[in-house]
C-alpha cells in the first residue's frame, strides 16, 4: 500500500461521513439540497435510527483502519529509504542500531549461537558491511493511538515536537478505545453509536488526519 492508496482511504471515509451527515438530515426532516450524489427516502424512522447508529460506529471502525494503514505505509517507506541508503553499523544511529541487534538476534538457534553471534561482531566491525531493516520485523501493538505513534517515533530515533501532537491524543484514543470495544464484542455497534455525533466523528476525523500528516512529514524528513 502506497500514498495513493493511503489518499483513497481517506476519500472512502470523507464520501462516508457525508453520507452520514445527509442520512441524519432525512431522518430528522431537513431537507439537504447539498447532495448531487444520491436520496434518501425514511419509510420507517425506527429502522433508520437503528441502522444510522451503526453506520456512525463503522465510521469510527474506519477512521482506525487509517491510522494503521498509514503508520504501516510510512514506515515501510522509512525501512526502504534506510535499507537504499547502504549504512554501515558504525554509520547508522543508535536507535536503529538497537532496532537491527533485537531483529538479528530473533533469528539466532540454540545449535549454532556461538556462530551467529559471531558473525553478527564481524557484520559491526566490517565498514564493507551495510546495515538493514527488514520490514516484515516491523509491529503494531493493535493499539494504534498517539502514544504508540509516538513510541514507534521514537524507537526508530525520529524526533518530533510534542506540542505539534499534544491537541490529537484525545481524538486517537477515542477512536482506538471504540474500535476495541466493538472489535472485541464488548459493546454492539448500534449501542456505541447512541453516544456518537456526527459533528463529533467529523472532529475526530479531522483530528485524525492532521496527526497523520505531520507523522508522515517527521518520518520522511528524518535522518538516519
Known sequence: MNRIEYEK???????????????EHSIIGIDSNDCQSFKVDVLDKDEAESVFKSMKSNAMIMLYNLVEACV?????????????????????????????????????????????????????????????????????????????????????????????????????????????SLAHGNISFEENGKKLAVDDISQYKTETYLCLEYFMKVVQEAEF
Open 9 to 23: 482511504l481517506k476519500q472512502e471515509i470523507d464520501r462516508f461521513i457525508d453520507f452520514l451527515i445527509h442520512l
Open 72 to 180: 504501516r505505509i510510512t514506515m515501510s517507506s522509512y525501512y526502504e529509504k534506510f535499507n537504499n541508503s547502504s549504512y554501515s553499523y558504525r554509520q547508522t544511529i543508535e536507535e536503529l542500531k538497537k532496532l537491527w541487534v533485537k531483529h538479528n538476534t530473533k533469528t539466532f538457534h540454540e545449535s549454532n549461537i556461538s556462530k551467529s553471534i559471531f558473525d553478527m561482531i564481524e557484520s559491526v566491525i566490517d565498514d564493507e558491511h551495510k546495515v538493514s531493516l527488514d520490514f516484515e520485523n516491523f509491529t503494531l501493538s493493535g493499539n494504534a493511538d498517539l502514544r504508540e505513534l509516538k513510541s514507534i517515533l521514537e524507537n526508530h530515533g525520529i524526533g518530533y515536537d510534542s506540542e505539534k501532537f499534544k491537541s490529537y491524543g484525545g481524538a486517537l484514543k477515542s477512536i482506538k478505545d471504540m474500535r476495541n
